[in-house]
Every structure is written in structure tokens, then in C-alpha cells.
């Protein structure tokens, strides 16, 4: 739960200019962008919003396809 919370405050927080996005969080995005399972920034295996998962450095992905 509190990766949910953090992932969504570090979203908004990008949304309204307050933050830079991280590198591994771009490079995770750039993944998801190419995977079959993303819906419209939602991903279908996980039901997770990803611009919020993909900022949260302790989540990953259930297929493997981010580095660790």
C-alpha cells in the first residue's frame, strides 16, 4: 500500500513540475511503452497505473522485463 501512495505523490508531483523523473524510471517506462500488456498507461497483468509503478524503485515487474 504505501508504494501505492508513494508512486502517485511522486507522479503528481512530476505532473505539476515539482520533480524530475529519474532515469531507471524513464528506462522502465520506455519498456512498458513496447509491451503488449500496456493499456493506455495501464498495465493488464498487474492492473497497476504505470507513470506511478514505474517511479517506485522498490517495484518491479511481474513479467521480469525491467533491470534490476
Same mark, same amino acid.
Do not use: Y
Given at each position: ?15 505539476l513540475g &515539482?520533480?524530475e523523473?529519474?532515469?531507471f ?5 520506455s ?5 503488449? &500488456?500496456?493499456?493506455?498507461? @495501464? ?22 522485463? @525491467?533491470p534490476?
Amino acid at each position: 500500500m504505501i508504494a501505492i501512495v508513494e508512486g502517485w505523490t511522486k507522479h503528481l508531483l512530476n505532473d505539476l513540475g &515539482f520533480t524530475e523523473v529519474p532515469e531507471f524510471a524513464n528506462q522502465r517506462a520506455s519498456i512498458c511503452a513496447e509491451c503488449p &500488456f500496456n493499456d493506455k498507461q @495501464w498495465c493488464k497483468e498487474c492492473g497497476c497505473f504505470l507513470p506511478a509503478k514505474t517511479l517506485v524503485k522498490t517495484e518491479n515487474c511481474r513479467l521480469g522485463k @525491467w533491470p534490476q
